[in-house]
Nanobody, 124 residues
Framework: QVQLVESGGGLVQAGGSLRLSCAASGRTFSSNGMGWFRQAPGKGREFVAGISWSSGSTYYADSVKGRFTISRDNAKNTVYLQMNSLKPEDTAVYYC?????????????????WGQGTQVTVSS
């Protein structure tokens, strides 16, 4: 089992920044990488960004490329999502997730463990 706890959400004005954190515990060695997803009201959960624990390679959804940065601290088993130039359409509950699949997965089904989510609200 891998336990994930997100933090750092909140209310911010458009153009502002937030930094989300995801602390992993448990059998973290069983995970190849991590991802951030988000779910807006009435919509499905969508991929935002992903990172490999070992190589640190990253990949992003087109909607956040150039504005969001995913990073990790292996010593702390923690993954971060730095969100800049936030837009009202970024408003959602943000979830971190752990995967054992290799490659650059973006589908919800490819991630096995999930955090409880943290709310991000961007006002216009």
């Amino acid at each position: 089992q891998v336990q994930l706890v997100e933090s750092g959400g909140g209310l911010v004005q458009a153009g502002g920044s937030l930094r989300l954190s995801c602390a992993a515990s448990g059998r973290t060695f069983s995970s190849n990488g991590m991802g951030w997803f988000r779910q807006a009201p009435g919509k499905g959960r969508e991929f935002v960004a992903g990172i490999s624990w070992s190589s640190g390679s990253t990949y992003y959804a087109d909607s956040v490329k150039g504005r969001f940065t995913i990073s990790r601290d292996n010593a702390k088993n923690t993954v971060y999502l730095q969100m800049n130039s936030l837009k009202p359409e970024d408003t959602a509950v943000y979830y971190c997730a752990a995967r054992s699949a290799a490659g650059r997965p973006t589908a919800v089904e490819q991630f096995r463990y999930w955090g409880q989510g943290t709310q991000v609200t961007v006002s216009s």
